[in-house]
């Protein structure tokens, strides 16, 4: 059988626009994907309370914390004071912690001087402080929607067993973080690292996910036995959820620190 010109013609014809088709389609489909990924992560983050992102100017506590049950939960290293020092002039110190979008500070409206002429120049109220600063950072970060990545960032997802697969770069690093099939962050992780992770826990709040439970590695190493662990229970104040009672171990130590937030007031734009 013989082809003519035309018919040449036309097969080269067909052809041309079949590449052309195609080109066209996966450069599409690479944009719609794009604009799809977009749209995920605006959506998820739409999905969490993050009274910061709205009126929530800042808010104020008093810091309840017994230090008598305290020591029935951890090794006592004896720099934080005897039993009579702890309940004589430690105890009675009344904590407030303020919290606003940047940072949290813990005040025992004592001077600098007279906490450092407290028993043990002051080690007690010291490991408070930085347990209520350290456990209320890390909640600031879901307060501001910060665990997910701003919106406009370069994202791929995709699905995967307990839900999506969000990738992105974090600087050199490739980092997937895990979502439930509701958009809950599960985990974050370093691309082929089990040691460098970190894993959340949210539940349903009436403005969205709030923060249950944080656990992240000392130095970065991600294994049992050598975890952060900071759990926390909500509280509504002024129409937001704010933590009440906050709980800290820190396994490597055997350490354990509760304490409940009350007396609160907020400060709001509206």
Request: hydrophobic share 35%; with cysteine; glycine share 6%.
């Amino acid at each position: 059988m013989r082809f003519s010109i035309s018919d040449d013609l036309r097969y080269v014809m067909r052809f041309f626009y079949s590449l052309l088709t195609f080109g066209l389609c996966a450069a599409f489909c690479h944009a719609q994907a794009a604009t799809d990924d977009a749209t995920f992560l605006k959506q998820a983050r739409a999905k969490y309370d993050a009274p910061f992102e709205r009126d929530l100017q800042s808010f104020s506590c008093a810091v309840e914390f017994d230090w008598k049950q305290h020591f029935t939960e951890v090794v006592r290293l004896g720099d934080e004071g005897t039993d009579d020092e702890i309940a004589k002039f430690i105890q009675p110190i009344r904590n407030r912690v303020t919290v606003t979008r940047q940072n949290t500070a813990v005040s025992s409206r004592m001077t600098e001087d007279e906490e450092h002429k407290l028993p043990h120049g002051g080690m007690a109220e010291g490991l408070l402080k930085h347990a209520v600063q350290f456990s209320l950072n890390n909640w600031l970060a879901a307060a501001n929607n910060a665990f997910l990545p701003p919106v406009g960032t370069p994202v791929s997802v995709e699905p995967y067993t307990v839900g999506y697969k969000l990738k992105l770069k974090i600087q050199t690093f490739d980092v997937e973080m895990l979502l439930a099939h509701d958009m809950s962050l599960q985990s974050e992780a370093v691309k082929g690292s089990t040691a460098d992770r970190r894993e959340t826990d949210f539940h349903s709040g009436p403005q969205g996910f709030l923060l249950t439970s944080f656990r992240q590695g000392e130095d970065g190493d991600f294994r049992p036995g050598n975890r952060m662990i900071l759990t926390y229970t909500d509280q509504s104040v002024g129409g937001f959820q704010l933590p009440e009672r906050v709980a800290i171990s820190r396994e490597s130590h055997h350490e354990a620190w509760h304490y409940k937030l009350t007396d609160c007031t907020v400060q709001a734009t509206r």
